[in-house]
């Protein structure tokens, strides 16, 4: 058990990767904050299941952000582990060239929630002398796919935030990190896809190495494997099935 002990933050963590997440940390014996941005039973209920903390907060809102901070660190003690994978619900998929300023800022305020998570909680590394950060990003902020230029650019400029800081902070002993997946599914969920992206899945597989999508459990398994190691940090690790991405 890699994580005894130390309390961890998982925002996004009724995503289908943030559930994951959260439960191989408990898994790994950490005590863990099951983030969730609205009143949300099926948090409680994670929380529960893990013997966590269910804790609500806009990550726009800093305040409320700190509020919950408080919370965990009342509860667990410092935040020593950060996995952020939350993001804006995406409404509207367009072309860039049609995309409304309100629709870019919608989904900007993803990488200014990653920011505001890491001016929050990194004070608390510093002083701890140690922290791990994981940033749960996608392909699509490099390989494109149509429709998605404003997610995906809210995506590379989180990234951009989280290998900065990698670098800012590794001196005092601070990692950070992204995991980029591509296409995932859920074994669990019933997924009824458009046509749109029942092709692109076509399309996707037929470039992968491996046989099939990734489920949100492997995703974690790369999100768990960055956060123990102690001397990576700045680095993007493509959760794509061997999807060339460059």
């Known amino acids: 058990m890699r994580f005894v002990g130390q309390a961890a933050f998982v925002a996004g963590a009724t995503g289908p990767v943030g559930r994951a997440v959260v439960r191989a940390l408990a898994a790994e014996g950490a005590r863990v904050a099951v983030h969730h941005r609205h009143d949300d039973v099926g948090a409680k209920e994670l929380a529960a299941a893990v013997d966590g903390l269910a804790v609500g907060a806009d990550l726009g809102d800093e305040s409320a952000l ?9 509860a667990f003690g410092p935040v020593r582990l950060l996995v952020n994978a939350a993001h804006p619900r995406r409404d ?5 060239a049609d995309t409304s300023p309100d629709d870019l800022l919608a989904q900007f305020a993803g990488a200014v929630g990653h920011a505001n998570l890491l001016r929050r909680l990194v004070p608390g590394m510093r002083a701890a002398g140690a922290g791990r950060i994981v940033y749960v990003a996608g392909a699509l902020m490099t390989r494109p796919a149509a429709g998605n230029g404003s997610y995906g650019a809210a995506k590379a400029a989180a990234t951009v935030l989280t290998r900065y800081t990698a670098l800012e902070e590794g001196r005092r002993g601070i990692t950070a990190n992204v995991v980029a997946p591509g296409r995932i599914v859920d074994p669990q969920a ?4 458009t046509p749109e992206r029942a092709e692109l899945s076509r399309t996707l597989l037929e470039r992968m190495a491996l046989p099939a999508f990734p489920s949100p459990t492997q995703v974690a398994d790369a999100v768990l494997g960055l956060l123990a190691a102690p001397y990576v940090t700045g680095q993007t690790l493509w959760v794509t099935g061997g999807e060339p991405i460059a």
């Open 190 to 193: 019933d997924e009824e896809l």
């Open 92 to 96: 509207v998929h367009a072309a860039v």
């Open 66 to 74: 700190d509020a919950a901070a408080r919370t965990v660190e009342d």
